[in-house]
């Protein structure tokens, strides 16, 4: 019996003043409201607050502390989220962080396809936020009033102004100052397709199939095929001649080391940079099982990463514009009279209504 149906023994949060019995003082109800406020930023993308808030591809949490959990008007809940839930029961503060320190734990097959949230303190600090919105999506009178209080009991110090700012003697511009060399190497995590940058490591087809159920299928599809307007991974062979060609890892990408980049870099959507280097050996092992380019006992590692060509790898060229005459720095560009005669429409784009009718 998952957790979730356990009978609940703390206080359901419904208002703000019981929160400030929770947290002491409106001072330190307000920096937990105001922290959880940009926690909740790393949500915001697939659950909408705020008045106006609508369904995305999680339910609008407006309210989420006085509701039923489970239950909102016009949003389908996956079956595995609404077994969980003995009928009619709300959210409390244990089982909400229950909940957000790893859904896909406590309630697996969840279509919340989210890592969680570890710390304890920002769990509290999100659930705070929530208490404090309303079901209009307004925060509460009373947040509002300890965060205003907060803000005057606290001594502003008086603006600085650019005059009297000491001019850094670095840069063309002259603004902050020069990167660590461990700041560079932080943001210096590029691959290059000849494997200059990619980290040592492996991972094989099927734990990267076990990842990619847990934390990308929900966007792409059980077996690549995308979800709704998210992208299509895999599939695709030989319709890049066609009308609408299905661009995807195996019909079209040129080079491995762009789906390595890729999804160490942004993925998953709403928790980048969560994955370690294993992980995203063994995700992009798997998508290579998807797109027929290895079996499914394949292991993918540092050492035979550059041995692998994408099929459509041949059809990129170099970009060598350049070179050529019209963006050569010694020509200046033609602006008026370029060609003799009168400007033809040779090609339409596929959209007609951007190319005009007549020429």
């Given at each position: 019996m998952?957790?979730?149906?356990q009978?609940?023994g703390f206080?359901?949060?419904k208002a703000?003043?019981?929160?400030l019995?929770?947290?002491?003082?409106?001072?330190?109800?307000?920096?937990?409201?105001?922290?959880g406020?940009?926690?909740?930023r790393?949500?915001?993308?697939c659950?909408q607050?705020?008045?106006?808030?609508?369904?995305a591809?999680?339910p609008q949490l407006?309210g989420?502390?006085?509701?039923?959990?489970?239950?909102?008007e016009g949003?389908?809940f996956?079956?595995?989220f609404t077994d969980?839930m003995?009928?009619d029961?709300k959210w409390?503060?244990?089982?909400l962080s229950?909940f957000?320190?790893?859904?896909?734990?406590?309630?697996?097959?969840?279509?919340?396809?989210?890592?969680?949230?570890?710390?304890e303190?920002?769990?509290?600090?999100?659930i705070a936020?929530?208490a404090?919105v309303?079901?209009?999506g307004?925060?509460?009178?009373?947040?509002?009033?300890?965060?205003?209080a907060?803000?005057s009991?606290?001594?502003k110090?008086?603006?600085?102004?650019?005059?009297d700012?000491?001019?850094?003697?670095?840069g063309v511009f002259?603004?902050g100052?020069?990167a660590?060399?461990?700041e560079?190497a932080?943001?210096?995590?590029?691959?290059?397709?000849d494997?200059?940058?990619l980290?040592?490591?492996?991972?094989?087809?099927?734990?990267?199939?076990?990842?990619?159920?847990a934390q990308?299928?929900?966007?792409h599809?059980?077996?690549?095929?995308?979800?709704?307007?998210?992208?299509?991974?895999?599939?695709?062979?030989?319709?890049?001649t066609?009308?609408r060609?299905?661009?995807?890892?195996?019909s079209?990408w040129?080079y491995?080391?762009?789906?390595?980049?890729?999804?160490r870099?942004?993925?998953?959507f709403?928790?980048?940079?969560?994955?370690?280097?294993?992980?995203?050996?063994s995700?992009?092992?798997y998508?290579m099982?998807l797109?027929?380019?290895?079996?499914?006992?394949?292991?993918?590692?540092?050492?035979?990463?550059?041995?692998f060509r994408?099929?459509?790898?041949?059809?990129?060229?170099?970009?060598?514009?350049?070179?050529e005459?019209?963006f050569?720095?010694?020509?200046?560009?033609?602006?008026?009279?370029?060609?003799p005669g009168?400007?033809?429409?040779?090609?339409?784009?596929?959209v007609?209504?951007?190319?005009?009718?007549q020429?």
């Amino acid at each position: 019996m998952s957790k979730l149906k356990q009978p609940f023994g703390f206080a359901i949060f419904k208002a703000a003043p019981l929160l400030l019995l929770i947290f002491g003082s409106n001072a330190l109800f307000a920096n937990d409201v105001e922290k959880g406020e940009k926690l909740y930023r790393q949500c915001a993308g697939c659950h909408q607050v705020g008045p106006g808030a609508s369904h995305a591809f999680g339910p609008q949490l407006n309210g989420v502390m006085e509701r039923v959990a489970a239950k909102v008007e016009g949003y389908d809940f996956s079956s595995a989220f609404t077994d969980a839930m003995a009928p009619d029961v709300k959210w409390n503060a244990s089982s909400l962080s229950a909940f957000l320190e790893s859904p896909m734990t406590n309630i697996p097959g969840t279509k919340m396809a989210f890592p969680g949230v570890k710390s304890e303190d920002d769990r509290a600090s999100i659930i705070a936020y929530l208490a404090a919105v309303d079901v209009d999506g307004k925060l509460a009178t009373t947040a509002e009033a300890a965060i205003s209080a907060d803000e005057s009991n606290t001594e502003k110090q008086p603006r600085v102004l650019a005059a009297d700012v000491e001019i850094p003697t670095h840069g063309v511009f002259h603004l902050g100052r020069v990167a660590l060399a461990e700041e560079v190497a932080a943001w210096d995590i590029d691959v290059r397709p000849d494997g200059e940058g990619l980290p040592k490591g492996s991972g094989d087809a099927v734990a990267g199939g076990i990842i990619y159920d847990a934390q990308c299928a929900a966007c792409h599809g059980d077996f690549g095929e995308g979800t709704g307007r998210w992208p299509v991974l895999a599939g695709g062979l030989g319709t890049l001649t066609d009308e609408r060609p299905e661009k995807t890892i195996g019909s079209y990408w040129p080079y491995l080391s762009t789906v390595y980049d890729y999804v160490r870099r942004a993925m998953p959507f709403g928790n980048a940079r969560s994955l370690s280097d294993d992980d995203v050996y063994s995700v992009t092992a798997y998508l290579m099982y998807l797109n027929d380019l290895v079996d499914e006992d394949f292991e993918l590692t540092s050492d035979n990463f550059v041995e692998f060509r994408l099929p459509n790898e041949e059809n990129f060229i170099t970009d060598n514009r350049s070179e050529e005459p019209y963006f050569s720095g010694a020509v200046e560009p033609c602006m008026t009279d370029c060609i003799p005669g009168v400007a033809t429409v040779s090609q339409r784009a596929r959209v007609l209504d951007v190319t005009p009718d007549q020429n």
